[in-house]
């Protein structure tokens, strides 16, 4: 800094605090000009005069509401919602008093020196997402340079142009987020954009962010629809928009959630170029479902494994803000469910014609063989019609709803037949056939009141492959394609090359079909054994070939585990492909390393690489389903859901090499601590996996032989392990359903009391 700006800086430092005093204390015209010491430059000599003191005094009773806080359209956020920390309109004044500096042609320069060298306007009356898009630019500005830009409202630019401040401080520049008159005069519609989508906009004196948003009118509203791991129901176009600059234009990276996941370049001096560009998400559906103890908020769990209450709410907080950055969203509400007990519930009594004949002569009733054994009679109109009633029943209550998949109930169809009927079977020789049929019927029925919504079922189960003999179906009618089952591949780690192959021939033939599709793969289902693996390349190849179709319109991945060392890199590229299917993979996963691995980001790309090729060879290998079954009945009677072969899979010379590079990587990281402690978490996973294996080799029916001499050593084993387990339970490289999952180490603790 120039001995010069320092001055000013002092100066500056000595005048907010005079200002502040007659602000807060009504200080008299005569103090607040004593101390300013004449002679220190154009700019700062505007406001020795008189005039000045009258120019700070309107601005004060002419933007009461910037002084205490932003308003709000809605009475009752004004009066609740706690809002953030707003700076005063001194620091507006407080601005106009540097010394005039030299910056490049086309930069709009938002911090130099430290120093806030612009002002962020908001609509004076605003909704939720501008004032959440504006607080954050804010926070974002002053974690890269230290500096905090005031947030005022419009209202307030206005006055500063009437006053002609611009033309005599030259450096003033202005952020508007979200739409208002200067965004509208800048030629900024959002009704123009898609859904969304936001547009970026600079000059050499302002910068323009306004996104498509849901005009959110209560709290209750607000909070419902950003409640990411709930799932978000409605448009943020500004937020996406906000995130976006302060990723690509800031170079901010959101790797994982929580602190350690965030990359936060340093700087002193913040400009923008000169900017025009839109973007909106390609899918309108971007989900991935929390995981299961977090939405069965698992606290007994959690509390014996040793995690506060407090640390799990801020798992559940920083996962929400995490999928807020990444721009998941939807542009309405979804409801995609296993269903068809809803219509039980509604005509099971009085209408048992609309269920499944049986082979004896009686109809499906789901009171004698539970709540999974609703089956419909397909063929019967009067059931077509009830059913479309019922989920028009739910569009007419919800108008933000979009989508409403009712779905056959889960399980197979083996618990109870579905229709034998002359009729049903005569639709079709697969039972997709007749559910294709089923559900086009219904949409065309809803369609006739509500033509913009879809009606979805799941492509699943007994009824995932793609129909044989149907041609075209009703274009509302939107498959949601679940196939990717990792579990059926159990026997290989969960990763199987013929199991992905088979989804993506029917995910394909559906699509040829069907009038939308979304994908809603169970990618990470199976992995709450945490265990190394990446599925990069043929991630973004699924992602490619779905979108290629031109039907999908969304992705809703089903259940992680937030293992975030295991497979963390597969959570961050499912979440970045769904906003752009067609991004580069590789030059997303060097960003990633070099953002968050720095010295040692070539030998992470390398780990990376190396996992990969191990996660493609085992689903390339191919075992005799005689054997898996064999396999399978021993592990099933064992150990409780862990993958089998394991030990076969995993050989010591490759968890040795993860370790080697991971070791290298500590080595070319030295000295850089956030950098290590993201090392960790992989390491972590690699001796997670060492565990298990350790586990798996066991003959764990000796737990119950309480005189056989092997059990000791056996639950010394699983004493290490859960030992081991318990103290990651809630660092970001495991999770704790690692520990209540691992060779049914939670039970077995709780059953036989292990010490
Ligand atoms: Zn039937």
Known sequence: MTAGAGAACQRLFHLRSVICSVTRRGTSPASLHAPITPGIGPASMLFTSTATVSFIRRCCRRWPAVTTGMTSRCPDIRRKVPMPKIPTVVCLVAIVLLPACTYARDECVLVRDGQPMAAIFVPAEMSHVVMQAATSFQSYVRKITGTELPILAEEGFRFHQTVGLEKIVPQLNSVFIGPCEATAAAGIDPAELPPEGYRILSNRRALYIVGRDDDMTTEWEYRKSSTWTAGPTRQHG???????????ELGVRWLFPGALGEIVPKRKNLGVGKLDRTDAPRLQYRLINPPPHVRNDSVAASRRLGISDQQ??????????????????????????????MFWLRYGREHPEYFAL?????????????????????????????????????FAKNQNLKIVGYSPDDYSDRAVPVCVCDNCIAMGPAISDRYAIFYSEVAAIVAKEYPDRYVANFAYGYYMDAPTTVGKLHPNFLVLIVG?????????????????????????????????????????????????????????????????TGKMIGVQHDHFYAHWGAEGLDYYLAVKL?????????????????????????TIRTYFDTVEAHTNAIAAQRYSRRAHLAEQDRFIRQNSGMPIFLGELHKQ??????????????LEAAGDTEVLRRIEMLQVAV???????????????????????????????????????????????IHMPYAMSVCGLFRLREKWGLE
């Open 653 to 666: 010379e490759t968890l040795d090499q993860w370790q080697g590079l991971l070791r290298q990587a500590v």
């Open 578 to 602: 769904a906003w752009n299917p067609t991004a580069d993979v590789d030059a997303l996963i060097d960003d990633y390393c070099r953002a968050g691995f720095g010295a040692a980001a070539g």
């Open 238 to 248: 500004t937020m996406h928009g906000v995130y976006a600059f302060i990723e690509e």
């Open 358 to 394: 049986q082979a004896d002569g009686t109809r499906a009733n789901p009171n004698k063989s539970g709540k999974d054994a609703v089956r419909l009679c397909l063929s019967n109109d009067a059931c077509v019609e009830a059913f479309a009633g019922l989920l028009s029943e739910l």
């Open 687 to 733: 001796t997670a996996l060492s565990h298990t294996i350790a586990i798996h080799d066991l003959d764990c029916t000796i737990i119950f032989k309480v005189r056989d001499p092997k059990r000791r050593e056996i639950v010394d084993v699983l004493n290490a392990a859960w030992t081991f387990a318990r103290s990651n339970a809630d660092t970001q490289g």
């Open 312 to 341: 799990r709410h801020q798992f559940i907080f920083d996962h929400d803000q995490w999928m807020q950055r990444m721009r998941l969203g939807t542009v309405g509400g979804t409801e995609m469910t296993h269903g068809h007990y």
């Open 484 to 548: 990717y089952n990792r579990w059926a591949g159990a026997w290989a780690g969960g990763d199987d090359d013929e199991i992905r192959e088979r989804s993506l021939e029917h995910s394909l033939r559906w699509a040829g079909i069907a009038g939308k599709i979304v994908w809603r793969p169970n990618l990470f289902i199976q992995n709450e054994f945490a265990m190394p693996r990446v599925y990069a390349h043929k991630l973004a190849d699924d992602y490619r070939q779905l979108y290629a």
